[in-house]
């Protein structure tokens, strides 16, 4: 909104021109979705916890995670609508990006809340077959709707089609042809399930999404600059810079609701929350070009859904099992470690992961 009101009327209103720059609106957009998040948080936990919306604690896990049995559920609505809110206000709707971010987080969150819902009335939530079929039904459309709107991009001051992709630690591009339409269908169903695999202890998704968008908000500006983006040898794609907005908010509220989502939890994201937001990584990083380097700035996730991969295998295949659970995580809680621990050190990982992944940017 405010974008459009630099637009249209700065001429009477010379104060507008403050909200021409990414920056001013980016910083806007966080700190609106961080108070947002944290003004209306007990409320709506309280809200929840009167319709019952409440999680129910897998009986695998150990008596710890007993206790958390009523937790609210569901606190990805509010995250949502959050992001939402800021992003209508601080961005440019007209920019292509962002409408498909915007379309992106709300069909996604859409699925999460019906699995979350029919989990609360059912105790059991969509079956894995129906919702994996619907995610990929989302990911074909939102794959083709990038595929439409950026066809090229531009790359040491050649023109390169969107097919073509950059490894980390490199300067060599390459071209995938068809193949690029599966890897992305791939990056964004992978990144979306992997932070859902994660979201198993308090505060461990939460600061792991804050640590890894952050991480991509530099690549992402980087991205949308055509100086900076020549010297760097990364890709400069046309009105990615936008995108920072969006990146903001999200952050934004992804730090208001660590507010109540940090041990003790009292309130849980969910799949309406997890969910959409592994999808809108794995988009970014296919926007701005940087497919593979995803891999280190979301290693933690990338670890978590490794981990329950590695365990299905080997239980089906040699009936064995490589840990006592998975993910990862819990199997660390089995070993007595605590909670708050696991979570703290798995942050300091994503941070590593996180700085590794901005050394590229000189180490090509």
Same mark, same amino acid.
């Given at each position: 909104?405010?974008?459009?009101?630099?637009?249209?009327?700065?001429?009477?209103?010379?104060?507008?021109?403050?909200?021409?720059?990414?920056?001013?609106?980016?910083?806007?957009?966080?700190?609106?979705?961080?108070?947002?998040? $944290?003004?209306?948080?007990?409320?709506?936990?309280?809200?929840?916890?009167?319709?019952?919306?409440?999680?129910?604690?897998?009986?695998?896990?150990?008596?710890?995670?007993?206790?958390?049995?009523?937790?609210?559920?569901?606190?990805?609505?509010?995250?949502?609508?959050?992001?939402?809110?800021?992003?209508?206000?601080?961005?440019?709707?007209?920019?292509?990006?962002?409408?498909?971010?915007?379309?992106?987080?709300?069909?996604?969150?859409?699925?999460?809340?019906?699995?979350?819902?029919?989990?609360?009335?059912?105790?059991?939530?969509?079956?894995?077959?129906?919702?994996?079929?619907?995610?990929?039904?989302?990911?074909?459309?939102?794959?083709?709707?990038?595929?439409?709107?950026?066809?090229?991009?531009?790359?040491?001051?050649?023109?390169?089609?969107?097919?073509?992709?950059?490894?980390?630690?490199?300067?060599?591009?390459?071209?995938?042809?068809?193949?690029?339409?599966?890897?992305?269908?791939?990056?964004?169903?992978?990144?979306?399930?992997? $932070?859902?695999?994660?979201?198993?202890?308090?505060?461990?998704?939460?600061?792991?999404?804050?640590?890894?968008?952050?991480?991509?908000?530099?690549?992402?500006?980087?991205?949308?600059?055509?100086?900076?983006?020549?010297?760097?040898?990364?890709?400069?794609?046309?009105?990615?810079?936008?995108?920072?907005?969006?990146?903001?908010?999200?952050?934004?509220?992804?730090?208001?609701?660590?507010?109540?989502?940090?041990?003790?939890?009292?309130?849980?994201?969910?799949?309406?929350?997890?969910?959409?937001?592994?999808?809108?990584?794995?988009?970014?990083?296919?926007?701005?070009?940087?497919?593979?380097?995803?891999?280190?700035?979301?290693?933690?996730? $990338?670890?978590?859904?490794?981990?329950?991969?590695?365990?299905?295998?080997?239980?089906?295949?040699?009936?064995?099992?490589?840990?006592?659970?998975?993910?990862?995580?819990?199997?660390?809680?089995?070993?007595?470690?605590?909670?708050?621990?696991?979570?703290?050190?798995?942050?300091?990982?994503?941070?590593?992961?996180?700085?590794?992944?901005?050394?590229?940017?000189?180490?090509?």
């Amino acid at each position: 909104m405010f974008h459009y009101l630099y637009l249209n009327f700065l001429d009477s209103i010379p104060l507008l021109n403050l909200f021409q720059y990414i920056t001013l609106r980016s910083i806007l957009a966080g700190i609106l979705s961080f108070l947002f998040v $944290v003004l209306f948080g007990k409320k709506f936990i309280n809200f929840l916890t009167k319709k019952n919306s409440v999680e129910n604690i897998n009986k695998y896990l150990n008596d710890n995670h007993k206790k958390k049995t009523g937790t609210p559920n569901m606190g990805g609505f509010l995250i949502g609508v959050s992001i939402l809110i800021s992003t209508l206000l601080f961005s440019d709707l007209s920019n292509p990006k962002i409408q498909i971010l915007i379309w992106t987080y709300i069909l996604f969150a859409i699925t999460g809340f019906i699995d979350d819902f029919t989990k609360l009335r059912k105790g059991t939530g969509l079956k894995i077959q129906l919702k994996f079929f619907i995610q990929i039904l989302l990911t074909f459309l939102i794959s083709f709707l990038i595929i439409d709107q950026s066809q090229t991009f531009i790359y040491q001051e050649e023109t390169k089609n969107i097919n073509n992709i950059i490894l980390p630690f490199t300067k060599n591009i390459f071209d995938l042809g068809a193949i690029y339409f599966v890897l992305m269908m791939f990056i964004i169903l992978g990144s979306a399930n992997s $932070v859902n695999f994660t979201d198993g202890l308090d505060g461990l998704a939460t600061g792991s999404l804050i640590i890894s968008f952050s991480a991509i908000t530099i690549f992402t500006y980087i991205a949308g600059n055509s100086v900076y983006s020549s010297y760097l040898y990364l890709p400069f794609i046309s009105n990615v810079g936008e995108i920072v907005v969006f990146i903001s908010a999200l952050i934004g509220s992804l730090l208001g609701f660590l507010w109540y989502n940090s041990n003790p939890a009292q309130i849980f994201m969910g799949d309406t929350g997890s969910i959409p937001m592994g999808a809108t990584l794995g988009l970014v990083a296919i926007l701005i070009k940087q497919e593979f380097l995803l891999l280190i700035i979301g290693g933690i996730f $990338v670890i978590e859904a490794l981990s329950v991969i590695a365990q299905i295998f080997s239980f089906r295949i040699f009936n064995k099992r490589i840990f006592l659970i998975a993910p990862i995580h819990h199997h660390f809680e089995k070993l007595g470690i605590k909670e708050s621990k696991i979570v703290i050190r798995f942050w300091i990982i994503g941070i590593i992961f996180s700085l590794i992944a901005i050394a590229t940017l000189k180490i090509r």
